[in-house]
């Protein structure tokens, strides 16, 4: 079945790469582009309706014009133009897509974090997988690196990853960290037991979480990756020269819905290439 992406507009540079972006994914995967955009709602000041119905022009117009020239490539494309809160309304409207991709400003992590809130808003309430696409050149790229902890979503993150990697033809890296407790008063180092039986456990969970991933994919390249440290530097360190890097969502219940996990948000704080968020 094609898969169907929705891509948030905006008239910025950033948003421009996350539409071709999207494109390439649609054109390979025979998939639909819906383009969104969302003009904010009324405040009730004076003269703002006059203003809104030409925001709510232009911004049809703008859509229209990134339609007919992705159409114009052999992509089915539609579009729609929303009022109200930007966040909320593509978190209402990611219930009916396979896929949403956002841009964000980040330009790699030496560049620090200008991407602001609204990436990690909507990654964190979206109903649906989010790809955010950062405003770095990605050409030449390859490689998939997942995150694994064990939990729930990093096992539908792995089925994500290992799909996107075989399709591609490209080697999956999974990529497991582990980290020490603090030391105790008095103690001045780690015995080398606890070290290496942590190193041990991180292994091991490693193994179950890409049990079956070989027979479901027999000709898929695995790099693992085990080492002490912080999951979302380890990620995004290892994602610096891969074309895309996938991490659960760890979002649970109706408040929790809006709040990433510690591993997620690292993650797309250091944004280092087209990243894929997993619910």
């Avoid at 949403?100 to 974090?113: A, F, M, Q, T, Y």
Wanted: with cysteine; charged share 20%.
């Amino acid at each position: 079945m094609p898969e169907s992406i929705l891509v948030g507009v905006v008239d910025t540079h950033a948003s421009r790469e996350a539409v071709e972006w999207a494109a390439r994914r649609a054109y390979d995967r025979s998939g639909r582009l819906t383009l969104i955009s969302i003009v904010g709602g009324a405040v009730g000041a004076v003269g703002e309706g006059e203003m809104l119905r030409e925001a709510l022009a232009l911004t049809a117009a703008m859509l229209a014009r990134e339609a007919t020239r992705l159409q114009s490539r052999g992509l089915t494309v539609d579009t729609r133009v929303g009022r109200g809160d930007p966040v909320g309304e593509l978190i209402e409207a990611s219930i009916v897509c396979d896929l949403l991709v956002i841009g964000s400003d980040h330009r790699g992590p030496s560049k620090g974090d200008r991407r602001g809130l609204h990436g990690v808003r909507i990654a964190a309430g979206a109903h649906s997988p989010v790809a955010v696409v950062p405003d770095i050149d990605l050409t030449n790229r390859s490689g998939v690196v997942v995150g694994i902890d064990g939990s729930a979503d990093s096992e539908r993150a792995i089925s994500f990853a290992a799909e996107e990697a075989d399709r591609a033809g490209d080697v999956l890296t999974a990529v497991t960290t582990w980290t020490t407790v603090p030391l105790p008063v008095g103690m001045h180092g780690y015995p080398s037991t606890y070290l290496s039986g942590m190193q041990q456990a991180a292994e091991e969970t490693l193994a179950i979480a890409l049990a079956g991933i070989g027979q479901q994919y027999p000709d898929l390249v695995v790099h693992r990756v085990v080492e002490r440290g912080t999951p979302g530097r380890t990620i995004s360190d290892r994602a610096a020269k891969a074309r895309l890097a996938v991490v659960g969502s760890h979002g649970r219940g109706a408040i929790a819905r809006f709040l990433l996990g510690s591993t997620s948000e690292e993650v797309l704080s250091r944004l280092a290439t087209a990243t894929v968020v997993v619910r």
